[in-house]
């Protein structure tokens, strides 16, 4: 069984950067695209970044194009989102996921494992 752990989220100011690391364990998540969402309050839980198993492919949402970065490191059974010039809008619990399921996927209801969250608050 999967089990995934977020850690780096905090306050920040606006313009700041933050780095988000997820860490798997348990069984390895080497085979697996993984995926980082995030949910703002009262909003849905919204695509943020998908990472390919092998780190070659990576896809973002249009909100964070240009300003965020995923990355993974399979020996460390980990992923990580850098995250740049961030803003007041980008204040939301981050999650990192995985599927099992499906080899690439953007879509919300395909990932199978989560994490617990992280809290990442931008203030302006």
């Known amino acids: 069984q999967v089990q995934l752990a977020e850690s780096g989220g905090g306050l920040v100011q606006a313009g700041g950067s933050l780095r988000l690391s997820c860490a798997a364990s348990?069984?390895?998540?080497?085979?697996?695209?993984m995926g980082w969402f995030r949910q703002a309050p009262g909003k849905e839980r919204d695509f943020v970044a998908v990472i390919s198993a092998s780190g070659a492919r990576t896809t973002y949402g249009d909100s964070v194009k240009g300003r965020f970065t995923i990355s993974r490191d399979n020996a460390k059974e980990s992923v990580y989102l850098q995250m740049n010039n961030l803003q007041p809008e980008d204040t939301a619990i981050y999650y990192c996921?995985?599927?099992?399921?499906?080899?690439?996927?953007?879509?919300?209801?395909?990932?199978?494992?989560w994490g617990q969250g992280t809290q990442v608050t931008v203030s302006s």
């Open positions: 996921a995985t599927s099992t399921v499906k080899a690439w996927t953007k879509e919300f209801s395909d990932y199978d494992v």
């Open positions: 348990g069984r390895t998540v080497s085979w697996y695209a």
